[in-house]
């Protein structure tokens, strides 16, 4: 080879190593992990793998097994996403779509007993708020979701609180 071919050939390889580079990365451990659609199953895997919710912020003045009412339970956890906590800032007394609500239900020997969680999604249930409900057991099996009347008829009494009961969202 004569040596200008060598540089030829070496530039050559040295153009395509970062794109192969690159093909490599398409996923960096960075991406933002979408938010899922109104599947409680997918939800409950946003909610437990990647950023799991348990790594969120606690409902602002609420610690960590708060005395909670029925039908929830004894104790009470309860985390909000970086959305909800936008949304409790705000004090425009309506959370933001994409907001999700998830709490921990413990019985009264604080044995975890069941995840509720609320999830804003656009457009999804416009008469109420447009909230998705969902509840799994302690092991993570759906025990309800979607447009839950129960849930719903319940949290109806704080409709001017956009259903929410833990914390005012106006001033
Ligand atoms: C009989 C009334 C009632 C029903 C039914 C009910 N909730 Fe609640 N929920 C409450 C109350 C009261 C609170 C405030 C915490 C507490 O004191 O227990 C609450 C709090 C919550 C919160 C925290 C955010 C907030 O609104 O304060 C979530 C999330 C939640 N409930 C989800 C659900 C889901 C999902 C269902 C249906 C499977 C459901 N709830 C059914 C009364 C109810």
């Known amino acids: 080879m004569k040596p200008l071919s060598v540089v030829i050939a070496a530039c050559l390889i040295l153009s395509i190593a970062p794109l192969a580079n ?43 097994m708060y005395k909670g009412t029925q039908p929830h339970g004894e104790f009470l956890t309860t985390y909000v996403n970086d959305t909800a906590m936008f949304g409790i800032r705000d004090r425009k007394g309506i959370m933001p779509e994409g907001t999700i609500v998830a709490k921990e239900n413990y019985d009264t020997d604080k044995k975890f007993a069941a995840l509720t969680v609320m999830y804003k999604i656009k457009g999804y249930n416009p008469a109420a708020a447009n909230w998705f409900w969902a509840k799994y057991d302690g092991g993570g099996k759906v025990l309800a979701s979607g447009r839950v009347e129960a849930c719903i008829k319940c949290h109806g009494a704080k409709k001017d609180n956009d259903f929410i009961f833990t914390g005012a969202l106006k001033k």
Request: glycine residues 6%; hydrophobic residues 30%.
């Open 22 to 64: 690159a093909i490599h990365e398409t996923q960096p451990a960075e991406t933002p992990v979408p938010l899922p659609g109104a599947d409680a199953v997918k939800l409950y895997e946003y909610l437990t793998k990647h950023k799991p919710y348990t790594s969120w912020e606690l409902w602002p003045g609420k610690g960590k």
